[in-house]
């Protein structure tokens, strides 16, 4: 260590009095070194501000700019269960109670009394019918109104009249619905080639078919009669496309409501559904997209 620094000289290091250095450079040279890095730093920092804000001018707050690797759109259910099993059993009431709440509480948006403003709702006919197109997504007509979907429409599985949804009867149902994709046109099959044979008279205009059946060859014969309500008993595209949450606040999918009314009882079965339209595709990395699958298990004993 040089003798300077051994005597003491580590303080003259830092503070030079006679030359008037800091750590060996005068004021004059801090100065333009730092000088030197506010400037080169206020540089990159303004590059990445610029940069960030000509991208925010090409983006709108309503609609995706880049939905080209977008999934299609999930397929659910109500009720919703852990590991997608229903098991209950007709003589336990408690069983089946919480299903019915969940699907009651899902259900509580279609209420009747809920879509009554004109201004928000109106009515898009009761058969299906092609996309409602409300305006380009940045015009200035603000939000949109949303096709009323009335619950008298699920039939028996509308929560009105048996607040069970057929679980207290062994008749379960499911309120499946298509998850909410901003912009997305589902358009329908235009041929029966990837549908199953025993779905292929659900294809018609206007309407995105769904179709249950059992998932493992055991169960064939098991699932018994499977009834569907619904407008078209599938998804009509006049309630597409979705316009986000800004611009259609109130909206409201359609829903298709499938009901077991023969299941074997005291067995457990496996269902899988699915919906089928050209832009529908399934993923065995996602069980809910285009299709999902349940245990069913109803026991009498």
Known sequence: MPADKDEGGWSSYLWNSERKEFLGRTGGSWFKIIGFYIIFYSFLAGIFIGTIQALLLTLSVYKPTWQ????????THSPRSEKSELAFNLNDVETYLKYAKSMRDFLEPYSDEKQKDPLKYEDCGPSPSPYKDRGDFDSDIGSRRACRFERTILGPCSGIEDREFGFKEGKPCLIVKLNRVVNFYP?????????????????????????????REEDAGKIGEIKYYGIGNGFPLQYYPYYGKILHPQYLQPLVAVQFVNLTMNTELRVECRVFGDNIKY????????????????TNL
Request: overall charge positive.
């Open 187 to 215: 358009r329908p099959p235009t041929n029966n080639e990837s549908i199953p044979e025993d779905a292929q008279q659900k294809v018609q205009p206007n309407v995105i078919p769904i179709h249950c059946t059992h998932k």
């Open 283 to 298: 993923s065995e990395k996602d069980r809910y997209q285009g299709k999902f699958d349940i245990k069913l298990q109803v």
């Open 68 to 75: 080209d690797r977008v999934a299609p759109p999930g397929l």
